[in-house]
Nanobody, 113 residues
Framework: QVQVMESGGGFVQAGGSLTLSCEVS????????MAWYRQAPGRRREFIAA???????MHDSSVKGRFTISRDNAKNTVYLQMNSLSPEDTADYYC???????WGPGTQDTVSK
């Protein structure tokens, strides 16, 4: 089983930025796709963005233009750059392998007004 670990969450004011990292325990190039999800309090987990092992990306319309997914194969790490954050972005953020579904424990982001 692939180990997945997110980091980089924290507190930020509205309008600010955060960069999340997701490191995996194997050669990330062998994983066909990595994805970021988030879950806000009282809501179900929702898709944010995905990236293939050759760099193709997809972003949900709710974050397009503000969030950017990227990867560094040499570091076995996927990133999520989040800009222009609003309180509505407050959530636990999760990284997962696709299609196997190895999930990390998540990292919490809180955006204050």
């Amino acid at each position: 089983q692939v180990q997945v670990m997110e980091s980089g969450g924290g507190f930020v004011q509205a309008g600010g930025s955060l960069t999340l990292s997701c490191e995996v325990s194997v050669d990330i190039f062998t994983i066909s796709r990595m994805a970021w999800y988030r879950q806000a309090p009282g809501r179900r987990r929702e898709f944010i963005a995905a990236i293939t092992n050759v760099g193709g990306t997809m972003h949900d319309s709710s974050v397009k233009g503000r969030f950017t997914i990227s990867r560094d194969n040499a570091k076995n790490t996927v990133y999520l750059q989040m800009n222009s954050l609003s309180p509505e972005d407050t959530a636990d953020y999760y990284c997962t392998t696709v299609p196997n579904g190895d999930w990390g424990p998540g990292t919490q982001d809180t955006v204050s007004k």
